[in-house]
């Protein structure tokens, strides 16, 4: 991964024509939001997700990864494969409380 240089950005945000696009549909993040976290100063995939909850969704990130990727790569003007990809946290899916219990049923005693 490439080392990525943190400066102030000099100029102002402009938005963009697509900039209400929703990327992210599981949180309802749009390519302006992401745009303006990068223009924030979020320079990885982990930062914005962190900022936006990008990829935290029901799909974790499985439909819009790849464009939220390419969205902060084109902001910085980097190429997508130095950005990494988004840190995996348990659960990766939703999961009922009951199954951490001790999966104990309930007994009737006679």
Do not use: W
């Not at 080392?3 to 950005?9: D, G, H, P, S």
């Not at 900039?19 to 995939?45: F, S």
């Amino acid at each position: 991964m490439a080392k990525i240089v943190r400066t102030a950005n000099k100029e102002p945000f402009k938005p963009q024509p697509d900039d209400d696009l929703i990327i992210c549909r599981c949180e309802e993040i749009t390519k302006g939001e992401i745009r303006q976290a990068v223009h924030d100063g979020m320079r990885t995939m982990n930062e914005v997700k962190r900022y936006l909850r990008c990829g935290m969704g029901l799909c974790q990130g499985q439909t819009c990864q790849k464009l939220v990727k390419g969205i902060i790569a084109k902001e910085l003007a980097m190429n997508p494969n130095d950005l990494g990809m988004i840190q995996g946290r348990a659960p990766v899916r939703p999961v009922e409380i009951h199954t951490y219990s001790n999966n104990v049923t309930d007994v009737k005693e006679d």
